[in-house]
């Protein structure tokens, strides 16, 4: 997992609860540093591991973290990745562009990442299926990016985003609706 992900995992967690909470986390994974450099890749365990652990001391379970994460980082991902969006898109547009786009990117300038594949159907003017595939297993975690750009492109009152499979599995399909 790319180093900009733990660093924005970092700030989530701070701006949820505190950075006692940050360090008490990464300590309780039983990871080295609660620092990681932003363009290093880091091994997936450890990922799985700060989640795993925030489940346990939250009692909230990880898919639900995942979820709560993806919609954080929706922002961050936008300023980011700007330069690919073009004037008058929405939630759906966005979403059928980003692995061309937005993966795509990655892929060339980060070397070693694996962002997830994401198959994407228009079945209606208004209405996607979203294959995800990742060995990580974080389908949630799309589904919390999906909810996070409806909140983005103010659309959150309009948009109904429903995982029709388990979110842990190597392929998830997700059904993204516009009202």
Do not use: C
């Amino acid at each position: 997992m790319h180093g900009s992900i733990f660093n924005l995992l970092k700030r989530f967690v701070q701006t949820q609860y505190d950075y006692s909470t940050w360090l008490k986390l990464v300590e309780l994974s039983g990871l080295s540093s609660a620092d990681f450099d932003m363009n290093e890749v880091y091994p997936d365990a450890q990922i799985y591991a700060l989640v795993g652990q925030a489940a346990s001391m939250t009692g909230i379970p990880a898919e639900q973290l995942q979820e709560k994460f993806g919609e954080f980082l929706v922002p961050d991902l936008m300023l980011v990745y700007k330069r690919y969006v073009q004037p008058g898109w929405g939630t759906l547009e966005m979403i059928e562009n980003t692995e061309e786009a937005m993966h795509g990117a990655v892929r060339r300038d980060a070397p070693g990442t694996r962002p997830p594949v994401l198959h994407v159907t228009r079945l209606s003017d208004k209405e996607l299926e979203v294959q995800y595939e990742s060995e990580r297993r974080m389908g949630a975690l799309a589904v919390g990016i999906i909810r996070g750009l409806a909140t983005y492109f103010d659309e959150v009152d309009e948009i109904e985003v429903e995982p029709l499979t388990r979110e842990d599995e190597e392929k998830v399909i997700i059904r993204v609706r516009q009202r």
